[in-house]
């Protein structure tokens, strides 16, 4: 091993592919799903991890040793890798589940994930990853992970810097009451929120690129995990259809309308 | 009344002499609205369907400036008095009325023109289709859609969207809502609007099967056939197809709707020279085929200027280095993995080839980037605006004369002396190639006369030169009637001069309007 002072980055990007956000929704007739032979795309808090994972190597340059990107899903799910690559990162890892397999839950992912962790030669340094999937909307993977791996994490990060020197991260995370400042030591998990960047767009050479990058095909099996759901859905239904407001011709009738709907006026 | 007379003036200094000329001529013969014309409509109309600053109804006419004024308020009518039939009965009383009175009409659809089209020179009566807004039936094995002419375009995309067709036409696909949603299937015929979507559906001389129209007598001529080929003799739509109710009201519309496509596509080409346009196209149409849908063009100038003005997200600046123009390629399709598979093809064999026809480019990959590439080409006329007053001309060229028009009209306010930050700011040119259809738009200070002198007659001269046509898909209207003879020659304006007078003797139809 040469004597270095600095270890070099290795950032692991987990992407899901999910029913694209501009699609119109529509529960299926059973209410156990949704339909989804419908546009699917990268869950979009995962394109913003794999742009700051992105803009980080454009920052730090060669200290930023790779940037692996993985996914689990049907081998449809090989185009958001593909697409991951295109916007820049090196390579992927595809873990394929058969198109009719359950969608797999956030502590099956969280135990897929510490495993590819695990298999790395050269270690993961800095897990980026979506705050949440826009499906499921669960947001527990990323604490999940760094509890299993017992890392540090620091979730909803809207600024992201990190020092490979120090082997320290300083994130902003967005709560509540407003802006977090956090320091953290690597080994970390950092979830994304949506303003700690724009994704840029896939230039065609890159797309290109994309195209001879390597994709590893495993199955969970390979990595001794169980992605068996443990959760059983028990119906899926549409939000209440607004009901249209009414006109009404003077004050009188309003105040009816607000008694007969039980609101009742605040005595002073 | 003062402000008028002082456009009309203007507009005199303005015009050189050989085309001076006055849409009011057109209305030396006609009478205006009166009283007594009111009490007779009231016989045929309910009281909510007539507006009028007359007696008795008395409207002030505050509420007649909609329909007075074009959307742009460039074109302002003085009319008196709007009448809003509900059935073509009822258009046909009232035409018949006007025809022996010999009142002036104009048909008014959405009233969202661009030439002045659709409101009075002076004080003609104003026709609204508005309350004719009945879809009469619609096949979803032929895909025929009948529909009154006072449909809103997007209340009839709305109503095929269950039966998964789409019209065949679309003014505002994805920025310009504005069109979709006010302008109605009547007055897109008449005017034969183009839009988007014509590269593939083509233009309304094909798509529309048939017409009912009110002619100026008063007659309905009902050809509002469903059918796909109809081969018996003069085929009379066609005349009524871009008239601009010039020679007769359009009440009724069958029209072929098309099956929706499942799947689309777009890719933003940034090219290093102009002269690869023409190839790009030639490749694009011979591997895409039959899903290709859009081939905008771009120059840098005017893509400059969106970006400038955040139309739409642009492309990182590594990527338009060295860009001389871009091209918007669409693609839909009735399945997604067949069209991506072609539209990744091509794009690999142009990234590939010895030579490139492009530098890079950016392929959408969600529908929000999708939508984010045709901002950019949607929001082009808005980027126009916002950097200046600007002069548009919406031409037909040959393809390969795209640039070089540009170039030649920005050469011509050189030599004027006009191109510079006072006067002309850009001269930019972008359009549908496909269509070869060009809109050249000079962004200058502010409206002169003598820049106004630097491009006309230049500009329809330059058209004419290439046997081009200087409305491509605007019309006519008010504000090009002097223009015509660059477009259409003697014998053509002679014979389209004898068809009017044939259908309409009196001259009661839209006068002032499409004819010098």
């Not at chain 1, 190597?57 to 991951?84: F, H, N, W």
């Not at chain 2, 950019?376 to 980027?383: H, M, P, Q, S, V």
Request: aromatic residues 4%; hydrophobic residues 40%; glycine residues 8%.
């Amino acid at each position: 091993m040469r004597p270095s002072a600095v270890r070099l980055l290795n950032i692991l990007v987990p992407v899901k592919r999910t029913v694209d956000y501009a699609v119109k929704i529509r529960v299926n007739p059973d209410q156990k799903g949704v339909d989804l032979n419908v546009k699917h795309s990268m869950n979009p808090f995962d394109e913003i991890a794999v742009e700051e994972a992105v803009r980080l190597r454009e920052k730090l340059k060669d200290e930023v040793k790779s940037i692996k990107v993985v996914t689990i899903g049907p081998p449809k799910a090989a185009e958001t890798l593909r697409t991951a690559l295109a916007i820049g990162a090196d390579s992927g890892i595809h873990i394929e589940i058969p198109e009719s397999a359950p969608a797999p839950e956030p502590l099956g992912v969280a135990k897929a994930l510490r495993a590819i962790i695990e298999r790395e030669k050269d270690g993961v340094d800095l897990v980026i990853m979506g705050k949440q999937a826009i499906d499921d909307d669960a947001g527990q993977t990323g604490q999940m992970l760094a509890g299993l791996m017992d890392w540090a994490q620091a979730t909803f990060a809207s600024k992201l810097v990190v020092d490979p020197k120090s082997k320290e991260a300083e994130v902003t995370r967005e709560v509540d009451g407003g802006l977090q400042e956090l320091k953290c030591r690597l080994p970390l998990v950092v979830t994304t929120d949506l303003r700690l960047n724009e994704p840029r767009y896939a230039s065609l050479p890159n797309i290109m690129k994309a195209k001879k990058k390597p994709i590893q095909k495993i199955t969970p099996a390979d990595l001794g995990v169980d992605l068996k759901p443990i959760l059983e859905t028990i119906k899926v239904t549409e939000p209440p259809k607004r009901v249209g407001g009414g006109k009404v011709e003077n004050v009188d009738q309003l105040i009816a309308k607000l008694k007969e709907a039980g609101i009742t006026p605040v005595k002073s | 009344m003062f402000l008028s007379r002082q456009l009309a003036r203007r507009a005199y200094l303005r015009a050189p002499r050989r085309w001076s000329h006055s849409p009011a001529a057109a209305l030396s013969g006609l009478n205006a609205v009166t009283e007594e014309d009111l009490a007779h409509f009231s016989k045929i109309l309910p009281s909510s369907a007539i507006i009028s600053t007359l007696s008795p109804s008395a409207t002030p006419s505050s509420e007649l400036e909609p329909f007075n004024n074009d959307w742009m308020n460039k074109y302002h009518g003085k009319s008196t008095t709007v009448l809003k039939p509900r059935t073509t009965q009822e258009v046909s009383e009232i035409v018949k009325w006007c025809n022996q009175r010999r009142i002036g009409i104009v048909p008014q659809g959405g009233n969202t023109g661009l030439v002045g089209g659709s409101v009075p020179v002076r004080d003609e009566l104003i026709l609204s289709l508005a309350n004719m807004s009945k879809i009469r039936s619609f096949d979803d094995v032929s895909g025929i859609l009948v529909a009154d002419a006072g449909c809103i375009l997007q209340s009839l995309s709305d109503f095929l969207v269950p039966h998964n067709h789409i019209v065949p036409l679309d003014l505002g696909a994805k920025g310009r809502q504005h069109f979709n949603n006010s302008c109605q299937i009547g007055g897109n015929v008449s005017t034969n609007a183009g839009g988007l979507r014509l590269l593939r559906y083509g233009s309304l001389h094909g798509t529309v099967l048939g017409l009912e129209v009110v002619l100026p007598d008063g007659t309905i001529l009902d050809q509002l056939t469903s059918l796909r080929k109809d081969n018996t003799g003069y085929d009379l739509k066609q005349l009524f197809i871009g008239a601009e109710g010039t020679l007769g009201v359009v009440t009724g519309v069958s029209i072929l709707a098309a099956p929706a496509p499942q799947a689309s596509n777009n890719v933003m080409l940034a090219l290093p020279k102009f002269e690869n346009v023409l190839p790009l196209f030639k490749e694009t149409k011979r591997q895409l085929s039959e899903i290709l849908s859009a081939f905008e063009f771009m120059d840098r100038t005017v893509y400059d200027l969106a970006v400038k003005h955040g139309q739409g997200r642009a492309l990182d600046p590594a990527d338009v280095e060295g860009a001389e123009c871009f091209v918007l390629v669409e693609t839909s399709g009735g399945k997604r993995e067949h069209d991506e598979e072609k539209l990744n093809s091509l794009l690999e064999s142009l990234m590939e080839a010895d030579e490139p026809l492009i530098n890079t480019g950016v392929l959408a990959t969600s529908p929000a980037q999708f939508s984010a590439l045709w901002a950019i080409r949607e929001g082009l006329t808005e980027a126009v605006s916002k950097e200046g007053k600007a002069y548009k001309y919406d031409i037909s060229v040959p393809l390969h004369k795209f640039k070089e028009v540009v170039d030649k009209t920005r050469e011509q306010l050189r030599q004027k002396g006009l191109l510079h930050d006072d006067a002309v700011r850009h001269v930019v040119g972008y359009g549908h190639v496909g269509d070869g259809n060009l809109h050249l738009n000079v962004v200058a200070a502010a409206y002169t006369p003598e820049i106004e002198a630097a491009l006309e007659p230049f500009v329809y001269e330059l058209v004419a030169s290439y046997k081009g046509s200087i409305s491509a898909e605007h019309g006519i209207g008010v504000m090009k009637t002097h223009a015509l003879q660059y477009s259409k020659s003697p014998t053509s304006i002679e014979w389209m001069k004898r068809i009017k007078a044939l259908f309409d003797p009196n001259g009661i139809m839209n006068p002032g309007k499409v004819l010098p």
